[in-house]
C-alpha cells in the first residue's frame, strides 16, 4: 500500500466520522427528541397528578438535541395554559408555572429568535393565569412585563394590546386601562369590546 493510498483511506475515515457527526446531532436526537414529545402528548389522558406530569414532560423536554427545544418548551407552554385554565387552585397554578418557567425562562433570557414575541406572549399569559388563580399581584406584574416589552417590540401586535387591557381592568387600573383602549382604538376604531368594557369597569367602579 502506497502512501498516497493510505492518505485516501485516512481521509475516508475522518469524511465517515464526519458524517456520522453530522447525522446523529443534525438528524438522529432532534428526530429522537420529537418523537419523545409525541409520546408524552399521546399518553397526556393518563396522567393524574402533577407530578406524573413534570416527570414524563421532562423526558422529552430533558432530552439531548441541538434544535428543537424551543418549540418543544412552546408547545409545552400551550399544555401549561390549558391547565391553568381548567384548574384554578392556587397551589397548582404556582408549581405550574414554577415547572413551565424552569424550560421557559432560560429561553427568553435569550432575547432572541423569530419567535421571541411568541414566547414572550405565552409566559405573560401564563402568568396572568397564575396570578388571576393566585390573587398574586407579584404573578400579574410579571405578566405586564413580559406583555409590554412584547408590546415594545411589537407594537400592533393585537394580543398584548388586548392583554394589557384586560389586566389593567383586572387590576381596577383604569387610567392604565384607558391609555391602551386608546392605543387599540387608534389602530381598529370599529372595535366594539373596548368602549363597552371599559364603561362597564368605570361603572361598577
Known sequence: ????????????????IFVFIVMYYGTYLPYNKS?????????????????QLEQ??????????PTG???LVRNF???????????????LSEAVINYMMSYYAPIIKNGRGINFT?????????????????????????????????????????????NLFDLYLQ?????????IANQILAYWPNDPKIAGELAAAEKAK
Open 1 to 16: 500500500m502506497t502512501i498516497k493510498d493510505s492518505i485516501k483511506k485516512v481521509f475516508a475515515v475522518i469524511f465517515g
Open 35 to 51: 418523537q419523545l414529545y409525541i409520546s408524552f402528548l399521546q399518553n397526556r389522558g393518563n396522567i393524574n397528578s402533577l407530578m
Open 56 to 65: 414524563s414532560a421532562d423526558v422529552p423536554l430533558g432530552a439531548s438535541s
Open 69 to 71: 427545544q424551543e418549540e
Open 77 to 91: 407552554a400551550n399544555t401549561a395554559l390549558d391547565i391553568l385554565h381548567q384548574n384554578p387552585n392556587p397551589q
Open 118 to 162: 411568541q414566547n414572550l406572549l405565552l409566559a405573560g399569559t401564563a402568568y396572568e393565569i397564575a396570578g388571576t388563580n393566585m390573587k398574586s399581584a407579584q404573578y400579574l406584574g410579571q405578566a405586564e412585563s413580559y406583555f409590554k416589552e412584547g408590546l415594545a417590540l411589537s407594537p400592533r401586535r393585537p394580543q398584548f394590546l388586548y
Open 171 to 179: 387590576e381596577k387600573r383604569f387610567s392604565d386601562a384607558q391609555s
